[in-house]
């Protein structure tokens, strides 16, 4: 429901009591009133704002990362928002090896919207190797956000691509599950939305 929407709901409810008797002209009034009040939420709108909504999924994986390898999770949408403001990604990897567990120091992450014939946006979610290699957690559990890289409009693909690399030898790591979120204008009129809830 985007923001106008819900202002004017908020004013169907609770501005507008009904009355059973001899309250024609006083309802009147009052519909006269919400009529302008809603040409007033209409008209700060603004016929040039558009509405900010979020969409998002959650990605659930459950694959292991090979060592020295990497591993491409895509998340296909059937559409999106029209033009991104923010991406935010939580992101969780463990350790499917007890006896060689995940070394997260050896451990990197990006993120890709789109595919290369449409000039694809991407940008590094963490990259453990080259800047904490010696971290040696099992497991991580973390919410980036993304900042501007993706800002500007949802590209036609509907694609976004996490990898998840492990980038040197010894500890296994496995991806379990991803989430994005993305905020932008609402898709243009006529087009499909897909809110994520499947
Ligand atoms: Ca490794």
Redesign the pocket.
């Known amino acids: 429901m985007n923001k106008v929407t819900k202002e004017l709901n908020l004013l169907n409810f609770n501005g507008l009591p009904i009355e059973n008797s001899g309250s024609c002209c006083k309802v009147s009034s009052m519909r006269r009133l919400l009529l302008i009040l809603t040409m007033i939420v209409a008209c700060w709108a603004g016929p040039g704002a558009q509405a900010q909504i979020e969409v998002e999924r959650t990605v659930t994986v459950n694959q292991s990362v090979p ?2 390898g990497e591993y491409v999770s895509t998340l296909q949408w059937e559409a999106g928002v029209g033009s991104i403001s923010l991406v935010k990604l939580d992101l969780a990897l463990s350790s499917p090896s007890i006896s060689n567990p995940m ?1 997260l120091g ?1 451990m990197y992450a990006s993120l890709t919207h789109g595919i290369a014939s449409e000039t694809e946006r991407m940008t590094q979610v963490f990259n453990y190797y080259e800047n904490d290699p010696n971290n040696s957690a099992t497991s991580l559990s973390g919410s980036y956000n993304l900042g501007s890289v993706f800002n500007g409009s949802w590209l036609a693909s509907n694609k976004w691509s996490l990898l998840v690399a ?1 980038r ?5 790591g496995r991806l379990d599950s991803w989430k994005l979120a993305v905020e932008g204008t609402a898709a243009g009129a006529g087009s499909t939305m897909d809110l994520g809830l499947s």
């Open positions: 060592d020295r070394w050896d492990d040197a030898q010894g500890g296994v």
